[in-house]
Structure formats: structure tokens, C-alpha cells
């Protein structure tokens, strides 16, 4: 797959390429329909409601009834796209997701935005700190974190293609494009964003710019880092993450979630068992979350470019 970063630095709200990619999708196949809990104007779906008002199921704030219909949908041959807050989507469906869609094997896509530090004002009842770390006990659930338009567009693409359950973990707000539009991604597959041989910086999702700040902080004192995103949790790319720790010998790991129960462990499980290297992770530890602007919640949590370099030279300081 072909790597192509853009230039550009252009801003894009996520949410306005998820409703413009649902509207195609849904005027090439019938069987798309779009379900939500009173978030149908957050997510930025009102035209797609007014478009297709017979094809857009409002739950209201009944988040574990949409899953049950949204696996009734999928049983009766719809392919249904169902959207609510990461917080609510993983802490309170996750029984209703685990039998009716995945026991079940049906064909489900979860939105959950506004993930992690991302519920900014909405504060600490709504960050979804914890939505991967949930979610992925659902076996054969496949978890994605897009980082950008360009990624989000083709995620959403693909994932409507391939049967099962899938949850996407979407910024509906502003993103930095990261990609080329030319960039082709397969879900389950890293991308290597730049080359190093003193350390490896994986993300995903908001933590992408974060990390490639970070290596060209790195770079300006002379150390080379490996920048990967690995916008796939699971299936997780393990035969990446080890070429990652052969390349560099160590790795750090950011990410917009729990460190306990996210990217960094998923890393860990990989390394410890097949080419155990030095692991730094980034992330939020076991705390609440709190009301904030994104620069403010970066520092709060030490999420921030400046937080990543020191975590990196920490991890190669440990280096045998």
C-alpha cells in the first residue's frame, strides 16, 4: 500500500465527511440505513435524514435498545450504520452488542464519537476512556480509529464492503489531513508514515499529529523515530508492530484512551510474546477524565508532542 502525505494544512470536520460518504453509499445500496439516539444534528446526519427520512431510525437516548435494532435490521438484510457517543457505546451496550450482533454474527457498524479526551466540554461523564478497551472482548469485533478525512472516507467504505461487526472510534470534529487523497488503507494494516532506527512512535486518531510533531521534534536533536499509525486496534497488525521492534529495538505507543486497556497494551501483549523491547506508552492513566479545550486536556493528561519526546528518550534510554 502506498503511502502519500499531504502537504496541505487544511482542517476538515469529520462529521461532514461522514454524513456526505453515508449519502453515497446509501444512493448506491438501498440496504444502508443510518440509526441514532438523539445525536442525528451532532453527528452532522440531518441532511442525510432529510434525504433518506425512511432510512434514518432516531432511538432517542435509549442506546442499548438501537443495538438490539440495529441487530434486528442487520438479521432482516440491512446494513446498518448506528451512531452515539463512544462513552454510551461501549459502557452501556455492551451486553446487547455481544449477543444480538456478535454471538449472533451479524452485520453491524458502531460509530462512537467524540472519543476519549475528545468530549472536551461535555467532561468526564462523557469521554469514552475506556470504548476499545470494552469493545474488543466482543470476538470477531473489529476496532478502527481514522485519524483523518482521507482515511475516514475510505474506512467507511470498506467497512460497509466487509461483513461483521465493526466500530469506528470518530473525531466528529476538526482534523488535520494527514493523507494524500490518493492513499490507499486496508483495515488491519499499519502505515508507516516515516522511517527511523532509534525508536518507533505509534498512534492512531488524533495522536497521529501528535506523534509526527513529535518526530520532527526528535529529529531537530538528532534522534531518528519510526512513525507508524496503526489505525487499526483489532485485528491488531502484529507482524508490523515486531518489524517495528527489530527496526528500532524500542517503541512508544499514543493514544487518545486508557493506557491499561488500549493500544499500548495491545503492543505489549505482541512484544512480550514474541521480541520483547523497551515500551513507553501515552496516554490517559486510571483517572477520570474533566471539562477542558483540547490544548488543555493534551497537558492535563500529558498526551502533548513535548510529553512524546520524553517518553521516547526515556524508552531508548532503556535499550540494553
Given amino acids: 500500500m502506498a503511502v502519500r502525505l499531504t ?19 446509501a444512493e448506491e445500496d438501498k440496504r444502508i440505513v443510518a440509526l441514532d439516539c438523539d445525536l442525528v444534528s451532532p453527528i452532522g446526519m440531518t441532511e442525510f435524514q432529510k434525504t433518506y427520512p425512511e432510512r434514518t431510525i432516531d432511538c432517542g437516548i435509549m442506546e442499548g435498545n438501537m ?45 462512537g464519537s467524540d472519543p476519549g479526551i475528545m468530549a472536551l466540554y461535555n467532561g468526564a461523564s462523557h469521554m469514552g476512556l475506556e470504548d476499545m478497551g470494552i469493545l474488543k472482548n466482543i470476538p470477531n469485533l473489529t476496532l478502527v480509529e481514522p485519524c483523518d478525512a482521507v ?49 518507533t512512535l505509534i498512534g492512531s486518531g488524533i495522536m497521529v ?72 506508552r501515552i496516554g490517559v492513566g486510571n483517572v477520570y477524565g474533566e471539562v477542558g479545550v483540547l490544548p488543555y486536556l493534551l497537558e492535563r493528561f500529558e498526551m502533548t508532542p513535548a510529553d512524546i519526546v520524553k517518553k521516547a528518550k526515556e524508552t531508548i534510554a532503556r535499550k540494553g
Avoid at 472516507?153 to 489531513?177: D, P, S
Fill in 151 to 199: 482515511q475516514l472516507e475510505a474506512v467507511l467504505k470498506e467497512v460497509k464492503g466487509t461483513y461483521g461487526l465493526h466500530y469506528i472510534r470518530l473525531n466528529r470534529k476538526n482534523a488535520r489531513t494527514i493523507y494524500d487523497s490518493s492513499t490507499e488503507f486496508k483495515v488491519g494494516k499499519g502505515m508507516v508514515l516515516r522511517e527511523g532506527k532509534d525508536v
Fill in 7 to 25: 502537504d496541505r494544512q487544511e482542517s476538515i470536520e469529520l462529521r461532514k465527511v461522514y454524513c456526505q460518504t453515508m449519502l453515497k453509499m
Fill in 67 to 111: 443495538a438490539g435494532v440495529a441487530a434486528g435490521m442487520s438479521a432482516r438484510g440491512c446494513i446498518p450504520f448506528a451512531h452515539t457517543f463512544s462513552c454510551f457505546q461501549s459502557r452501556k451496550c455492551l451486553d446487547q452488542l455481544f449477543l444480538s450482533a456478535g454471538f449472533a454474527e451479524l452485520n453491524v457498524k458502531l460509530i
Fill in 209 to 280: 499529529e501528535q506523534v509526527l510533531e513529535a518526530a520532527k521534534l526528535l529529529e531537530a536533536e538528532g534522534i531518528q523515530a519510526a512513525v507508524v499509525d496503526m489505525f487499526t486496534w483489532k485485528p491488531l497488525d502484529e507482524d508490523l508492530v515486531v518489524a517495528c521492534a527489530k527496526n528500532t529495538g524500542a517503541i512508544v505507543t499514543a493514544e487518545n484512551h486508557r493506557i491499561e486497556t488500549g493500544l499500548g497494551s495491545a503492543a505489549a501483549n505482541v512484544l512480550s510474546e514474541t521480541l520483547p523491547v523497551p515500551l513507553g
